[in-house]
């Protein structure tokens, strides 16, 4: 149910707050726990967001994709922490984090996507690519990691650290490094495991690992323990030789796009053991005809600092 004043009547505005927070709690239902309580009630006030169990209190002038956003978030907030009850004191991110992370598949799905693609970067909110605006926070050297005790976090960084960054890191790690199969198997088992209980970061890192079924911790060491940035540069191009590099201290897998002579093209899959041993990498490929570009991340889906040395085009060189 929703409770609100007249004021805050109407289609556009509170006037489907009820269905909002419905759908949200079906689909998060659905996706990953099913929602344990016998009520739920979004209530307009000064509040602009906050959350309790069963109850979430929202901004009493919010309408459209705002008023959806925020529901959505704040009866999240039942999921983490209040199901899967992580330390948001000590671990912010595993609070908001998680939490922003599974806003933005809830907005894909709602209604066709009707208030969809929710974004939580903390340059250009609510649109944008999230890749690119967390590269200012990858570039600062004072931005803390991302397991500094949450209020020891500077103000400047609560909401980068604790919502934008976490969030970012699942979208990557679901949709660029272990797929959305194997990610949303290894994320219903960390909170079926774990509801009810009071797990930290290690848990979260070893569940994934272990469900997921791959060795994540260059992605945990990288992203989470420090603030480390990645660089891939395609750095030479000799007949079919290619030579990739590593700039950076992060890690990622990547695609590496080759188009040929004829105008033909081709994607390698690189993945992260690529960098295993070393920053430098030669790849060579059987051709009768000469490259004339090749490109590295070429639909720009990895938070490279600089894109300027992705590509390399023909009389480049």
Do not use: C
């Not at 079906?26 to 169990?53: D, H, L, T």
């Not at 930290?200 to 890192?205: K, R, T």
């Not at 041993?277 to 009768?288: N, W």
């Amino acid at each position: 149910m929703s409770v609100y004043p007249i004021e805050s009547a109407g289609a556009d505005a509170w006037g489907r707050a009820t269905a909002y927070l419905k759908a949200s709690m079906e689909y998060f239902s659905e996706k990953w726990f099913v929602y344990p309580r016998p009520v739920a009630v979004n209530e307009a006030g000064i509040a602009g967001g906050m959350e309790y169990p069963g109850i979430v209190f929202d901004g009493i002038t919010d309408k459209g994709k705002e008023l959806y956003w925020v529901t959505a978030h704040e009866i999240g907030h039942n999921w983490f922490p209040m199901i899967v009850g992580s330390d948001e004191r000590t671990y912010g991110w595993m609070d908001e984090g998680f939490n922003t992370f599974i806003d933005i598949y809830a907005s894909d799905a709602f209604n066709k996507g009707e208030f969809a693609p929710k974004r939580d970067g903390e340059y250009a909110p609510g649109g944008g690519n999230p890749v690119e605006e967390i590269v200012p926070l990858l570039k600062d050297p004072q931005a803390p990691p991302m397991m500094t005790r949450a209020d020891a976090i500077p103000e400047t960084y609560r909401h980068p650290m604790t919502y934008f960054k976490p969030a970012l890191g699942l979208v990557l790690l679901r949709e660029n490094i272990l797929g959305p199969d194997r990610f949303d198997y290894a994320f219903r088992q960390y909170i079926r495991n774990w509801a009810y209980r009071h797990p930290g970061p290690d848990d979260f890192f070893h569940t994934m690992d272990n469900e997921g079924g791959e060795d994540l911790s260059w992605f945990w060491r990288g992203w989470f323990m420090h603030n480390w940035s990645l660089d891939l540069a395609v750095q030479n191009v000799t007949s079919s030789d290619v030579t990739i590099t590593n700039l950076g201290q992060m890690a990622m897998p990547a695609t590496l796009e080759l188009t040929w002579k004829d105008g033909t093209r081709q994607r390698v899959a690189l993945p992260v053991e690529t960098w295993l041993q070393s920053g430098k990498r030669t790849l060579h490929f059987e051709t009768t005809q000469p490259l004339v570009s090749v490109t590295i991340d070429p639909d720009k889906t990895l938070p490279d600092i600089n894109r300027n040395n992705n590509s390399w085009h023909s009389g480049s060189n």
